[in-house]
């Protein structure tokens, strides 16, 4: 595969992780969103890695270390910086019972909505950088 394609392939799997992040809100499955949109950044940034890099990105689901290493992280706003670590630990949390009881408390409709909002804007912040 080419730089291209490769780039191509992880932004496809970011608007397909999108479109499921939007599905898991309108049908009540608040907990998935969450994993959902950490799920979307962490495919953008791999793209964004590709591109920047020519180079496999890490195998890795640690958001800041993606960025760091993709040496974009300080192209990032303090508060995109804050948005990729609230949303870090959804990735893993949420495949353990313990942590699902606490986080199904957080992950209102109104807080997911707003997740997916942000995730939107980064995720399109992103593909912006990468044109």
Same mark, same amino acid.
Not at 29 to 36: D, E, T
Not at 44 to 51: H, P, S
Not at 71 to 79: G, K, P, Q, V
């Given at each position: 595969?080419? @730089?291209?394609?490769?780039? +191509?392939? !992880?932004?496809? &799997?970011?608007?397909?992780?999108?479109?499921?992040?939007?599905?898991? $809100?309108?049908? %009540?499955?608040? =907990?998935?969103?969450?994993?959902?949109?950490?799920?979307?950044?962490?495919? #953008?940034?791999? %793209?964004?890695?590709? +591109? &920047? +890099?020519?180079?496999?990105?890490?195998?890795?689901?640690?958001?800041?270390?993606?960025?760091?290493?993709?040496?974009?992280?300080?192209?990032?706003?303090?508060?995109?910086? $804050?948005?990729?670590? @609230? $949303?870090?630990?959804?990735?893993? @949390?949420? @495949?353990?019972?313990?942590?699902?009881?606490?986080?199904?408390?957080?992950?209102?409709?109104?807080?997911?909505?707003? #997740? #997916?909002?942000?995730?939107? =804007?980064?995720?399109? !912040?992103? #593909?912006?950088?990468?044109?």
């Amino acid at each position: 595969m080419t @730089r291209e394609e490769k780039v +191509k392939y !992880w932004i496809n &799997l970011s608007e397909s992780d999108l479109a499921v992040a939007r599905t898991m $809100l309108e049908n %009540a499955h608040y =907990l998935y969103v969450g994993f959902m949109c950490h799920q979307v950044i962490e495919k #953008i940034f791999k %793209a964004y890695f590709v +591109k &920047l +890099k020519d180079e496999t990105p890490p195998y890795t689901h640690e958001l800041p270390y993606l960025a760091q290493q993709g040496c974009f992280y300080e192209t990032l706003s303090e508060e995109q910086k $804050l948005f990729i670590d @609230r $949303l870090n630990p959804l990735n893993i @949390r949420t @495949r353990y019972p313990d942590y699902k009881d606490n986080l199904s408390k957080l992950l209102t409709p109104a807080r997911c909505t707003e #997740i #997916i909002e942000q995730t939107l =804007l980064l995720q399109q !912040w992103t #593909i912006k950088r990468i044109s």
